[in-house]
C-alpha cells in the first residue's frame, strides 16, 4: 500500500495574495482543487478518458485547515492520500507545504463522488481500471494528522454563558 504522494507543485502567485500580503484563504481551496484535478489525471480520469467515457469526479465535501501563513513568491507543494474508498467514493487528505519543508501549512480532506455524466449527472461505480488505481494508492499509513476534525466551539456550561 502507498504513502503519501506529492500530487502538485505551484508558486504562490501575486494575484493570490491578500492586504496582509498572504495568500487569500480562498485561493487555498483552488490549489487544492488544482491538487485534486492533478489526483484525477494520477487515477486515470484525464480530461481525454473523462470525455470518452463520460465520467468525472465531484467533491461532496471539502475542509480546510489553516496552520501557517504562505506568502507570495513561495514555492508549494501538495502530498496526497488516500484515506479511504468505496465503489463510487473517495475519502482524500492533502497537505501543503511550503517547498520542501516537512510541517505542513494547510491541510485539506475532500469526499469525492465518481459521476456518470453521459447525462443527468448521476453516481456511478469507478471503471474497473480506475478502481484499481485507486485502491493502488490507498495508504496504510498512520493517521492523517489533521483528518476528522469537527468545527465549533466547546459546550459551556449556563454558568459560564455570557450575560448578553
Aim: one cysteine or more; charged letters at 25%; proline letters at 4%.
Amino acid at each position: 500500500m502507498a504513502a503519501a504522494f506529492t500530487i502538485y507543485r505551484d508558486t504562490v502567485r501575486p494575484e493570490w495574495v491578500d492586504y496582509n500580503g498572504h495568500l487569500r484563504d480562498a485561493f487555498y481551496m483552488l490549489i487544492y482543487s488544482l491538487a485534486t484535478d492533478a489526483f484525477m489525471d494520477r487515477i486515470g480520469l484525464d480530461d481525454a478518458t473523462r470525455r470518452a467515457r463520460h465520467r468525472t469526479i465531484y467533491t461532496l465535501e471539502a475542509h480546510v485547515n489553516f496552520l501557517r501563513e504562505m506568502k507570495e513568491g513561495a514555492p508549494l507543494r501538495i502530498d496526497a492520500q488516500v484515506l479511504a474508498r468505496d465503489a463510487k467514493r473517495v475519502h482524500l487528505y492533502m497537505e501543503m507545504f511550503e517547498g520542501e519543508t516537512s510541517e505542513p501549512v494547510s491541510a485539506s480532506e475532500q469526499m469525492l463522488l465518481h459521476i456518470d455524466s453521459s447525462s443527468e449527472p448521476k453516481s456511478a461505480a469507478f471503471d474497473e481500471d480506475v478502481a484499481g488505481r485507486i485502491a493502488a494508492l490507498c495508504s496504510d499509513a498512520p493517521a492523517a494528522r489533521y483528518a476528522g476534525r469537527v468545527i465549533g466551539l466547546p459546550a459551556r456550561s449556563s454558568a459560564a454563558a455570557d450575560p448578553a
